[in-house]
Structure formats: structure tokens, C-alpha cells
């Protein structure tokens, strides 16, 4: 009946709390019988192990410690070198192995030996004097304009981009001690200023570029060379030599003028030069003319003449065996019978007085004249 008597809300509330207090004891039951679980655990365990190795003695732990020591440590002088890369192995800073080929090797491990390994086949670019540096070589400091003194005291601007590698790996481990391209950098744009105050303005805007390129490419081998870099060039690209923004457009003009001389100059030659043959050949021809003409009429004369004497030789003869008159009569008739076949003869009585047009007969043989003759 006392249960009947207690509100239905009530009944509810207190079972709802009695059954999170059971479950609050079963956790904190199960907990503290794991902990000492595993406290009993970790001391047999320990129990274990000390029973298992009692047989074991310190000293022949001590040496197997240090063999394996031992081992690893001889185990870190082997090292590997990649394709394309050389490897400069020093003993207390001395080199003994200046340049080690691809594959693995093995040296003394360290503080003995030391291995440094360097890329010798890698082109590496560096970009002097142009204000915009390409996006894979950016370096900490701004890039900065190059500009020289030419030969007859002329401000110009050069814009350079020269390719290097390493090529002795000994010397580039030894004595480039900061960042190499700084180096490149340093030594190009010393040869740079030295090599244009050979040139005036003109021959490093025009002609001379090409000459200026390949001295520049030595004088910065050279001057590597000399630091003992291990660095060679492997070409350099003169990408410009121009003068400065404010005085550019006189330069420009002044070019423009050159060029358009040149151009004049080439076109007289040319015109001289297809002229020239032809007058040649013209007057080589009037010569070869004049030359058979000349050869021509001394032929027809020398024959004329040769006629002559062996006709005045054949007159003397026959004068001699007949008579001058007879033979000059003879020759006489002999001239007439050459011509008379050619002679028309026209009969007229003009006995009346009458008159004749001789040029009505014989006009288109061209006789009339003779025959009225």
C-alpha cells in the first residue's frame, strides 16, 4: 500500500538514480581490478626476465654491446654516388680520392674520412645585368645593372647570361667557399669591364659584338682558373651592349644613319658591279671587231697588192718579149671584153633633128648613161 501511496514521478527519478550508481560501482570495480591485474603482471614479468637471464654474465653483455656498436659504426662508411655526380673524399682534411665515380663505396667513417658529393653534369645559369631575374634563380641579393666604359668613353649597357658546371669536383670542394654563382657573377663582370674598353661604342653595337662574346667567355674562364674553382663556362649568351635610356635615341639615330650608308655603299657597288662586266664585255667586243676588220683589210690589201706585183711582173715580162705597146693594146682588149658583155647599144637617127629621152631605155640595168655616152 506504501508503494501505491508514493507518486508515479517519484518511483521513476529514484530508479533512474540507482541504476547509474551501479553502473558507476561496476566501472570503478573493473578498473581497480586491471590496475592490480597488470601491477602483478609487470612484477612477474620482471621476475621472468630476471630469472630467464640470470644465467648470463655483465661482461659478455658489455662485449656483445659494443660489437654491435662497433658495427654499426663501421656500417656508416658506406655511402653511394649517384649518376652524374663525382665524390671528393678527404682523411683529416686531405684529399685522397679527388673525384670517386657512380656506384658505392666505402670509406673510413667519420671523424676519419668525410665525403662530399657534388653534381658535375647540372648546366647552371647566372644572369648578370638584366634587372629581372629568371624565376628558378632568384638570390637573396637584387640584381643590379652592368654597365662599362667603352673605348672612346662611352656609358653602355651589357646584358649577359652565362651557363657553367663543375667540372673539377676536388677544387670546387676545396676553395669555393660561399654560394659558386656569386664567383661566375663576380669574375664575368670583371671581364666584362676589363674586355669593352678595348671596343669603341659603335663596334659593340654593330660589328663587334660577336668578337666581344667569345673574349668575354675566355677572360671569365680564365680568371676561374686562376681562383681555382673546379667551375668551367659552358657558354656565355651577350644578350645585349646598349647605351643608356636617355641618351638611346641619338644612339639609335646615329645607327639608323650608319646602316642607311652601308646600304647606299652596297647598292653603288652592286650597280657597279653588274655595269662594270657589261662595259667590259662591250668594249672587249669593239675590240675583236676592230681587230677582224683590221685583220680583214690588211688581208684584202696584202692580196690586192700581191695581184698587182704578179700582174706588174707579168706586164714587165711580156713587154719585154713583145713590145710595150702590143702588150698595153692586148690588155686594152681584154678590159673591153670584160665590159661590152655588160654594154647595151642603142642605133638613133637623129638626122631630122629629132630627139631622144636615152633614160626611157635600158633605166633598170642602169646602162643609159654609158649608152648615151
Given at each position: 500500500?506504501?508503494?501505491?501511496?508514493?507518486?508515479?514521478?517519484?518511483?521513476?527519478?529514484s530508479?533512474?538514480?540507482d541504476g547509474?550508481?551501479?553502473?558507476f560501482?561496476n566501472i570503478?570495480?573493473?578498473?581497480?581490478?586491471?590496475?592490480?591485474?597488470?601491477a602483478?603482471?609487470g612484477?612477474?614479468?620482471?621476475?621472468?626476465?630476471?630469472?630467464s637471464?640470470g644465467h648470463?654474465?655483465?661482461?659478455?653483455?658489455?662485449?656483445?654491446a659494443l660489437?654491435?656498436?662497433?658495427?654499426?659504426?663501421?656500417?656508416?662508411?658506406?655511402y653511394?654516388?649517384?649518376p652524374?655526380?663525382?665524390a671528393?673524399?678527404?682523411?683529416?682534411?686531405?684529399?685522397?680520392?679527388?673525384?670517386?665515380e657512380p656506384?658505392?663505396h666505402?670509406?673510413i667513417?667519420?671523424?676519419?674520412?668525410?665525403?662530399?658529393?657534388?653534381?658535375?653534369?647540372s648546366?647552371?645559369?647566372?644572369?648578370?645585368?638584366?634587372s629581372?631575374?629568371?624565376a628558378?634563380?632568384?638570390?637573396p641579393?637584387?640584381?643590379?645593372k652592368?654597365?662599362a666604359l667603352s673605348?672612346d668613353?662611352?656609358?653602355?649597357?651589357?646584358?649577359?647570361?652565362?651557363?657553367?658546371q663543375?667540372?673539377?669536383?676536388?677544387?670546387?670542394?676545396?676553395?669555393v667557399?660561399y654560394a659558386p654563382?656569386?664567383?661566375?657573377?663576380?669574375?664575368?663582370?670583371?671581364?666584362?669591364?676589363r674586355?669593352v674598353?678595348r671596343?669603341?661604342?659603335?663596334?659593340l653595337?654593330?660589328?663587334?659584338?660577336?668578337?666581344?662574346?667569345?673574349?668575354?667567355?675566355?677572360?671569365t674562364?680564365?680568371?676561374l682558373d686562376?681562383?681555382?674553382?673546379?667551375?668551367v663556362?659552358?657558354?656565355?649568351?651577350?644578350?645585349?651592349?646598349?647605351?643608356?635610356?636617355?641618351?638611346?635615341?641619338?644612339?639609335?639615330?646615329?645607327?639608323t644613319?650608319?646602316?642607311?650608308?652601308?646600304r647606299?655603299i652596297?647598292?653603288?657597288?652592286?650597280?657597279?658591279?653588274?655595269?662594270l662586266?657589261?662595259?667590259?664585255g662591250?668594249a672587249?667586243?669593239?675590240?675583236a671587231e676592230?681587230?677582224?676588220?683590221?685583220s680583214r683589210?690588211l688581208?684584202?690589201?696584202?692580196?690586192?697588192?700581191?695581184?698587182?706585183?704578179?700582174?706588174?711582173?707579168?706586164?714587165?715580162?711580156?713587154?719585154?718579149?713583145?713590145?710595150?705597146?702590143?702588150?698595153?693594146y692586148?690588155?686594152?682588149?681584154?678590159?673591153?671584153?670584160?665590159?661590152?658583155?655588160?654594154v647595151?647599144?642603142?642605133?638613133?637617127?637623129?638626122?631630122k633633128?629629132?630627139t631622144?629621152?636615152l633614160?626611157?631605155?635600158g633605166?633598170?640595168?642602169?646602162?643609159?648613161?654609158?649608152a648615151?655616152?
Amino acid at each position: 500500500m506504501k508503494d501505491e501511496e508514493v507518486p508515479a514521478s517519484s518511483r521513476s527519478k529514484s530508479t533512474d538514480d540507482d541504476g547509474v550508481r551501479r553502473v558507476f560501482r561496476n566501472i570503478t570495480t573493473k578498473s581497480m581490478l586491471l590496475a592490480r591485474a597488470l601491477a602483478e603482471g609487470g612484477r612477474f614479468a620482471l621476475t621472468d626476465l630476471k630469472v630467464s637471464l640470470g644465467h648470463l654474465r655483465p661482461g659478455l653483455l658489455l662485449v656483445g654491446a659494443l660489437t654491435l656498436i662497433g658495427i654499426g659504426y663501421a656500417l656508416t662508411g658506406v655511402y653511394s654516388v649517384a649518376p652524374g655526380e663525382a665524390a671528393v673524399v678527404r682523411r683529416f682534411g686531405a684529399i685522397i680520392q679527388p673525384s670517386v665515380e657512380p656506384g658505392l663505396h666505402y670509406r673510413i667513417p667519420w671523424p676519419v674520412d668525410r665525403v662530399d658529393i657534388v653534381d658535375v653534369t647540372s648546366v647552371r645559369r647566372e644572369q648578370v645585368g638584366i634587372s629581372v631575374p629568371e624565376a628558378e634563380h632568384i638570390h637573396p641579393e637584387p640584381p643590379t645593372k652592368l654597365q662599362a666604359l667603352s673605348g672612346d668613353t662611352n656609358v653602355v649597357d651589357v646584358e649577359v647570361i652565362v651557363q657553367y658546371q663543375v667540372s673539377v669536383p676536388a677544387d670546387y670542394v676545396t676553395n669555393v667557399e660561399y654560394a659558386p654563382y656569386r664567383i661566375v657573377r663576380d669574375a664575368l663582370r670583371a671581364s666584362v669591364t676589363r674586355l669593352v674598353t678595348r671596343l669603341p661604342v659603335d663596334a659593340l653595337l654593330t660589328s663587334g659584338r660577336q668578337s666581344l662574346q667569345q673574349a668575354i667567355r675566355e677572360e671569365t674562364q680564365s680568371r676561374l682558373d686562376q681562383y681555382r674553382t673546379g667551375l668551367v663556362i659552358v657558354g656565355v649568351d651577350l644578350q645585349k651592349a646598349f647605351p643608356p635610356s636617355n641618351v638611346a635615341d641619338a644612339f639609335t639615330a646615329v645607327n639608323t644613319a650608319r646602316e642607311e650608308k652601308a646600304r647606299l655603299i652596297n647598292e653603288a657597288r652592286g650597280y657597279a658591279n653588274s655595269r662594270l662586266p657589261e662595259a667590259r664585255g662591250q668594249a672587249q667586243q669593239v675590240r675583236a671587231e676592230a681587230s677582224a676588220y683590221r685583220s680583214r683589210i690588211l688581208a684584202s690589201a696584202s692580196g690586192t697588192a700581191r695581184a698587182f706585183d704578179l700582174l706588174w711582173d707579168e706586164y714587165r715580162k711580156n713587154a719585154e718579149a713583145y713590145g710595150e705597146d702590143i702588150t698595153r693594146y692586148r690588155m686594152y682588149l681584154e678590159s673591153i671584153e670584160r665590159i661590152m658583155p655588160r654594154v647595151q647599144v642603142y642605133a638613133l637617127d637623129n638626122a631630122k633633128g629629132g630627139t631622144f629621152n636615152l633614160r626611157l631605155y635600158g633605166a633598170q640595168n642602169g646602162t643609159t648613161e654609158e649608152a648615151s655616152r
